[in-house]
């Protein structure tokens, strides 16, 4: 039973466009959600985080949308760098445990 | 940052024997690291929740006689794949909680070890 899902698994945006992935969520008691960025060979990092209290949360060129009524979260990259070309989680907490999504290829293109 | 350090990278074992993978923090202590395995275009799977000093609290249909489980120490965890089969063959990543006790709260940083690549032949 996958609680959280990420149903496009790869993503093309051009340099200084803005990249949208988008998150899907099925608990509705997941109090907090996250995203993670994830290079070849590499661990997933932390990137940004919100509150379930809260709708919107922004870092930088980060910002995290939450639409609790529709058990829907996006991340917005503005503007995309080739440097942001990774894979994407994102992930509900809750009980004390993180359930990730599947992740989305982001290719940001030069 | 902090640092996870998983080991080993990559392994390739025959069916029937066990394998130990270890999950240390360098330079933070973690009451709190969880396992995950991710199969190819699917979810990083939560396997179980390692707790330093008591036993590890498995996801449902999971083996715990099969993926066993100590962290020891608030620096390391370890996975024990035991009498592995080809379809244990996977990808496995773990990750730690900074903080302790009570200071590890759901806003504390999850950091990812570079996981593990397991092939069962």
């Known amino acids: 039973d996958q609680q959280v899902k990420q149903n496009s698994p790869s993503l093309s945006v051009q340099e200084g466009r803005i990249s949208i992935l988008n998150c899907d969520y099925t608990?509705?008691?997941?109090?907090?959600f996250l995203w993670y960025k994830k290079y070849p060979a590499e661990g997933p990092t932390f990137l940004i985080s919100i509150s379930s209290i809260k709708d919107k949360n922004e870092d930088g060129r980060f910002t995290v949308f939450l639409n609790k009524s529709a058990k829907h979260l996006s991340l917005h990259i503005v503007p995309s760098q080739p440097g942001d070309s990774a894979v994407y989680f994102c992930?509900?907490?809750?009980?004390?445990?993180?359930?990730f999504g599947s992740g989305t290829k982001l290719n940001v293109k030069p | 940052g902090a640092v996870v350090s998983q080991h080993p990278s990559r392994v390739i074992c025959k069916s029937g024997t066990s394998v130990k993978i270890e999950c240390r923090s360098l330079d933070f202590q973690a009451t709190t690291m969880f396992w995950y395995r991710q199969f190819p275009k699917q979810s990083l799977m939560l396997m179980a929740t390692?707790?330093?000093?008591?036993?590890?609290?498995?996801e449902q249909g999971v083996e715990k006689d099969k993926f066993l489980i100590n962290h020891a120490s608030l620096t390391l965890s370890t996975l024990t794949v035991t009498s592995a089969h080809p379809e244990d063959s996977s990808f496995y990543i773990c990750?730690?909680?900074?903080?302790?006790?009570?200071?590890?709260?759901?806003?504390?940083?999850?950091?990812f070890g570079n996981g593990t690549r397991l092939t069962v032949t």
């Open positions: 990750s730690a909680r900074e903080g302790l006790g009570a200071s590890s709260s759901y806003n504390s940083p999850l950091h």
């Open positions: 608990n509705s008691m997941f109090d907090y």
């Open positions: 992930a509900g907490y809750n009980f004390n445990k993180f359930y």
């Open positions: 390692s707790n330093e000093g008591s036993k590890a609290t498995y």
